[in-house]
């Protein structure tokens, strides 16, 4: 049998500039490239400009992780000018980052995820019935349900940030707010509401506190078996139907694994620096790769362009060293020639390596039996990763639903701990220099880097999850994550291959959002617009 040739655009239901291109032989991948269709140039906006104007214009970047980049905009202020911050800043900060990452979880999983599992493809499954009823796309009995309690922790976002999304309540020195004990009560009982209408009742079956008992595997199965409102939750369902599904075996990607860590503890970080900020993360970063955890050095990050629509740059070049982007002409999936230049996003490199960013790395970084006695020690991931055979799409949707339960604690916690009469904000004294800020943002590692000269921006670099995952072949020839993972998946019917939808989407891969036209009849795009 020939090799057949097939080009899927967009792959994405909102985000949709991720294109992809499969070869499949026997019904097989043999080869994968991964497309990012669109320009962004953010960078080059901000080139000459005010050194906060990253505050102002990053947050535009995304709609669902304006909040990371804000973060990420700040604090690379803070370390190129040397600011000081405050407990109450330093877990503003943290309780914004955290309700933008937990509403993520349902509204990803339901709107984004879960449908697949409703697809044809599963149709003589026994649980398929089940997954139908709880999880079709709009009709779901959880569907909505989900979807609803996802508005409510970025309500709590927007009681300190003034809005959601785009928010700029973060500054260099600390936060523009100053919350009143109203402010903290209602930001309680918004939580305590996620938490009764979707958190414990439908998610887990559970009380929280009961599943964060959970350290093993086995004990994850235990738990399934302990009742029936836990086996019948919605995540006993995904456990149960993804194992069925076949979801463990779907794929393996690269196999290493990077988290830049967030979450700078209250007393650990008050004088902001590139070097002391490993120490200072509750949620801790690292490279894994596949055996051991190994220290997170910002200064091992490159990208190579070889096959990135760019032109007057170096391959492996750190952030910092990187010029703005020189964009050139670029082609339709359909014309691209893969052995050249076929994508606008870059190829990220940690060390040399291609890495895996997302809540699967940070779960991983959180069973590192090194981390320190105020960092996250979780062993459940890392066995479940060990016993399931490693990366697939069940253990990376695995680790994403996995971070719900502790991330609501946490931000109950950081309520608690603020202090109404202390300082929110210390203003810094501006200088030239070079600034490093990072976060995990929902989808994975995030980070800016700046170099202000003569008192504005000289150069600034993003670097988002989306870049590592859906980045193309490197210099030397080696496949992205996404185009990794994609090698060696069957493909049932190449005129619904599904099975690729469902690989990308378990990354979560996030581009831009775009509204697509389709004639109902023939399924030929009419048009697209670039939200």
Known sequence: MSVKELNISPVGRVEGDLDVKVYIDNGKVTRAHTQAAMFRGFEKIMEGKDPQSGLIVTPRI????????????????????????????LLLRAIGQATETIQSIPRWFYAIFATDMANKKFTDKPLYKEVVKRW????????????????????????FGGQWPHSSYMVPGGVMCAPT???????????????????????????????????????MLAWMEESESHKNSDLGLLIRAS??????????????????????????????????????????????????????????????????????????????????PTPVK?????????????????????DGHAVEAGPIARCLMNGNPNNLDHQIKDPFFIDAYRKLGGASVFTRVLARVHEAPRLYKLIEQWLSEIDLDGEF???????????????????????????IENGVIKNYQV???????????????????????????????????????IVARSFDSCLVCTVHAHDEKSGIELSRFKL
């Not at 796309?137 to 009681?159: H, I, M, R």
């Not at 918004?190 to 209408?197: C, E, G």
């Not at 014309?335 to 606008?344: A, C, I, K, L």
């Not at 994550?481 to 019917?493: N, Q, S, T, V």
Request: proline share 5%; hydrophobic share 35%.
């Open 62 to 89: 995304c709609g669902i992780c304006g909040g990371s980049h804000l973060y990420c905009a700040s604090s690379a202020l803070d370390t190129a000018w040397g600011t000081e911050l405050s407990p109450n800043a």
């Open 136 to 159: 079709s796309a709009y009709v779901g009995e959880s569907f909505q349900t989900g979807l609803t309690a996802s508005a409510l922790p970025v309500q709590v976002y927007a009681l």
């Open 181 to 219: 004990l109203k402010d903290i009560t209602r930001a309680h009982a918004i939580m305590t509401q996620f938490k009764n209408d979707w958190l414990e009742p439908i998610w887990l079956g559970c009380t929280i506190e009961r599943y964060l008992e959970i350290k093993s595997w086995d004990d």
């Open 243 to 324: 194992l069925e599904f076949g979801l463990g075996s779907f794929d393996k990607g690269v196999g290493k694994f990077l988290a830049f860590g967030t979450y700078l503890h209250k007393d650990l970080y008050n004088k902001p620096t590139v070097e002391g900020r490993n120490k200072a993360l509750i949620s801790s970063s690292g490279f894994f790769d596949g055996e051991n955890w190994h220290e997170f050095d910002h200064l091992k990050v490159s990208e190579d362009i070889k096959h990135s629509w760019y032109s007057d740059q170096k391959d492996g070049l750190h952030p910092w060293d990187e010029p703005l």
């Open 330 to 350: 670029s082609q339709t999936l359909h014309d691209s020639n893969f052995d050249e230049q076929y994508s606008w996003a870059k190829a990220p490199r940690y």
């Open 425 to 451: 904000y210390i203003k810094p004294v501006e200088k030239d220099g070079k600034g490093f800020g990072a976060t995990e943002a929902a989808r994975g590692s995030l980070a800016h880097w700046i170099e």
């Open 463 to 501: 670097m988002a999850p989306t870049t590592w995952n859906v980045g193309p072949n490197d210099a030397k020839g080696n496949s992205g994550p996404i185009e990794a993972a994609l090698e060696g998946i069957e493909i049932e019917d190449p005129e619904d291959p599904v099975e690729v939808g």
